[in-house]
């Protein structure tokens, strides 16, 4: 190769790096970054609440969110932390560090049924493998679901790990190392909804892990949460 194509080429490889680069990298994946002082009421700059990620309900972006509490019925965003007054025996509450986030599907607008989607456009560093997270799904009755899609495209989930108050999902996404693309964690609402379905999300993160393949662990967490799902009684 000439020494003037390898100076090309060096160039054109410097340009991508800092092309990368400005694109930005994912933030405030476990939900740490908020800015709120308690201050008694409910409502709260949706900036302050989830630094770095945008949210909309039926398709229209969130100025707002909740603070420490959660709707019976309508489609919002909360941010809860330790002094979230958790009812005793309900699932939910803060699942790791000071902050976790709830994306809630339910009623907006007039009694219009609308999904949830917390969303944040990123690079995946390179060298990733798997997205990994923490959550738990409280739906309002067995018509509620929740999906992660990245890029555009829906990601295979698999639950590979049950904790007190959540279970760890995994994500195979290797085939987007090193790209910029959008992350969306949605809950759907569905016809006739009357009342909120809830994810509680938290701890996620861009490994350089596989997600293992599926083996006895795996089927007896998906069987044991299948049996958690349908025994879910609403006490609200």
């Known amino acids: 190769m000439k020494p003037r194509d390898v100076s090309i080429l060096c160039f054109a490889f410097l340009c991508a790096?800092?092309?990368a680069r400005s694109q930005g990298n994912f933030q405030n994946l476990g939900f740490e970054s908020a800015t709120l002082v308690p201050s008694g009421t409910q409502i709260v700059n949706f900036d302050q609440a989830f630094p770095g990620w945008t949210g909309s309900?039926?398709?229209?972006?969130?100025?707002?969110?909740w603070y420490d509490n959660?709707?019976?019925?309508?489609?919002?965003?909360?941010?809860?932390?330790?002094?979230?007054?958790?009812?005793?025996g309900e699932p939910g509450g803060v699942i790791q560090g000071n902050f976790t986030a709830v994306v809630i599907s339910g009623i907006s607008g007039v009694l219009q049924p609308s999904d949830a989607t917390l969303a944040q456009t990123g690079l995946v560093p390179a060298g990733t493998e798997s997205l990994l997270f923490k959550a738990l799904f409280d739906p309002y009755n067995s018509s509620g679901s929740f999906g992660v899609t990245l890029g555009g495209q829906t990601l295979s989930l698999m639950p590979l790990q049950a904790g007190a108050n959540y279970t760890l999902?995994?994500?195979?996404?290797?085939?987007?190392?090193?790209q910029t693309a959008e992350l969306d964690f949605t809950v759907f609402a569905f016809p006739q909804q009357i009342a909120a379905n809830y994810l509680f999300l938290d701890s996620i993160q861009f490994s350089d892990l596989p997600i293992p393949e599926p083996g006895v662990f795996g089927l007896?967490?998906?069987?044991?949460?299948?049996?958690g799902w349908r025994g879910l009684r609403r006490r609200r």
């Not at 309900?57 to 969110?65: E, K, L």
């Not at 489609?75 to 979230?84: G, H, K, M």
């Open 17 to 19: 790096e800092l092309s």
């Open 57 to 65: 309900i039926g398709g229209v972006q969130q100025s707002s969110a």
């Open 70 to 88: 959660l709707p019976l019925s309508s489609a919002i965003f909360s941010i809860i932390d330790t002094n979230y007054p958790n009812i005793p």
């Open 169 to 178: 999902y995994g994500a195979d996404i290797h085939g987007w190392a090193g």
């Open 220 to 227: 007896s967490v998906l069987g044991a949460l299948v049996l």
